[in-house]
């Protein structure tokens, strides 16, 4: 017990003093996850908005396979991507393997089914006779849609932080494509495992309380952000 506390107090300290090493790691960590989220939001939503609204033929064969891809295994995705980047691969002449982009294509593959899950489900969910109603009035496929959105604002906002944090908090994968690499590829998760082998605490749960915290402020803006934007609350 009194190792971990050394380890906590030395990992304040850290925190405290903006340790390079540490930031260089935070700053990656939220630049691959950050730009995972948003190629990921910017297919998934629209996405999600399509199986929400519209039935068309083959359309639960897309939901079968939506489920199925919330629940893929990590270490599978970051499996498949190396093969695919790697020199022997069809995609090894980008020369990407080992670097941040490899691991924002695993991280933007593990975010999307529950971005475009959770979409779905909110719009599904809209009031059936809003739809028509808002056609009734003249409204046009867009207005329907943006009023849809706002109707299912919660239910968005819940899949856009689900779909960050499963990719913020992914160990095996990453490392598979990223490779672990100091001062290149290494994110906070990652990081945690290698000090924890070498023995290092404090800089562990120094990282791990920053990915805690991470995590802490995303839940805290999705309540602060459903409080804005409900009215009765």
Excluded: C
Excluded at 29 to 49: E, F, M
Excluded at 52 to 66: E, Q, S
Excluded at 125 to 134: D, H
């Amino acid at each position: 017990m009194s190792a971990f506390l050394e380890g906590f107090l030395q990992a304040i300290q850290l925190i405290a003093s903006f340790d390079p090493d540490l930031m260089e790691i935070v700053r990656l960590s939220l630049l691959v996850s950050g730009s995972a989220l948003v190629i990921s939001a910017a297919l998934g939503l629209p996405a999600g908005i399509a199986l929400g609204l519209k039935d068309f033929r083959g359309k639960r064969l897309l939901v079968a396979l939506v489920y199925t891809g919330m629940g893929l295994p990590p270490v599978v995705v970051g499996l498949t991507i190396y093969i695919l980047l790697s020199r022997q691969g069809p995609l090894g002449e980008l020369g990407w393997l080992f670097t941040p982009r490899a691991m924002v294509i695993t991280q933007t593959i593990l975010a999307l089914p529950l971005i475009i899950g959770f979409t779905m489900t909110a719009i599904a969910a809209a009031p059936p006779a809003l739809s028509l109603q808002l056609r009734s009035l003249g409204a046009t496929q867009r207005q329907i849609v943006f009023t849809l959105l706002y109707e299912a604002r919660a239910g968005v906002l819940a899949a856009l932080i689900a779909g960050f944090g499963a990719i913020i908090s992914e160990v095996g994968s990453v490392m598979i494509v990223g490779g672990n690499i100091e001062h290149k590829t290494r994110v906070l998760t990652t990081s945690i495992v290698l000090e924890t082998r070498r023995g290092n605490f404090a800089l562990a749960i120094a990282l791990g309380v920053i990915l805690l915290a991470i995590t802490f402020s995303a839940n805290w803006l999705l309540l602060h952000l459903q409080g804005r934007l409900d009215p009765r609350q």
